[in-house]
């Protein structure tokens, strides 16, 4: 229960994403929280009281002016009761007044009325998110302490793709953990590669694999919640990567080894979550390879070994690799950790449709003498479980592994 004991306002504005608030009321007193829910009145048009009600525990609170609540737990005692405010969805509206300190709402009021830090997880049109107005607003908010949780990019409810996407609620609810939690991996470097990796046959054909990214995404953004300070390598994929993470691009094995030897230098943990071509062409075509004979050959040649030669060149670091299996899990699981000399490492079966390219999974765990099982759960509760684990053992270790 990560935030047992912790007492959370959780201010809901008039946007489309109000309907995911349900979910994070949900998650929030999961964790342990005390929850109460004030909305805007225009967060009414997107979602009824009643639900938030029946999944806090408490009674939703909506108006500034209100006899009986003021009489119980007035405005001020409400506001100074808060650990924390989290605002989410927070409209571009809800931003301006905050920006602008205005107090005309009972939610707005709370956010000057209390001393403790605001989260805010933005969501709205991507017009509205890029408009220099709403730009300006985020700086203002920003400098003065709040922090912001995404927007997260991509298909939005209006049509448009671009930023402005409420982060899912288990982004936020591992973003509010993380504030109250221990920073496990301040002032660590973290190296983590993500995502697939590109072969070329020819100009337009290439070798691949399934692998998303998205683990490798939600572990970079658990590890920045836990403190570190990350830099990715990252195969082909299109998702935006967390606020203040270095991120380098490559397309080839190749490339992916070329920089990750480069920046390993100077790390402390490296997380190998990329699924890396075993093999690649031997010759690559200059010119599209053309139909014509019944049947081609292929030659491959082996691509060097990314996560073997880096915990072989670099010993300092705390080395985590990760085992997509189809079977034997624990036994290929193991043979990789003892042949690799890894300090770490976490399979998951990539049958059964879990694994690649969806938002959950499970992973099975193993080091040297242990194992722990973290069971299915959404792809950032799971990061934010295995870096803590993964932190853990680090810490224990850290004098053998420490670069400072
Ligand atoms: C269908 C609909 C969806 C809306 N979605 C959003 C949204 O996602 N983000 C946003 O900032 N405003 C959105 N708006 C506009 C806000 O609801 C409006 O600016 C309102 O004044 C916000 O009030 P509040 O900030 O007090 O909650 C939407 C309006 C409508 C009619």
Redesign the pocket.
Known sequence: MPLRNKKIILGI?????AYKAAELTRLLVKAGADVRVVM????E??ITPMTLQALSGHEVRGALFDPAHEAAMGHIELARWADLIVIA?A????LA?LAQGLAD?L?STLCLANPNPVMAAP???QQ?WTHPATQRNMSLLTQRGVQLIGPASGEQ?CGDTGPGRMEEPATILAAVTAHFGEQQLAGRKLLLTLGPTREPLDPVRFLSNRSSGKMGMALARAAVNAGADVTIVAGPTALPEPQGVKRINVETAAQMHHHVMQEAAGKDIFIATAAVSDYRAADISAQKIKKSAEQIELTLVKNPDILADVSASFPQLFCVGFAAETQDLEKHARDKLTNKRLDMIAANPVNDGLGFDRDDNSLEVFWPGGQQSLPVSSKQQLAAALIELLANHYNKDHKRHASD
């Open positions: 504005s008039g946007g489309i994403a805007t009145a225009a967060a048009a997107f969805p409209s571009a509206n809800t007044r709402d939610l969501a709205m049109n509205m409810a």
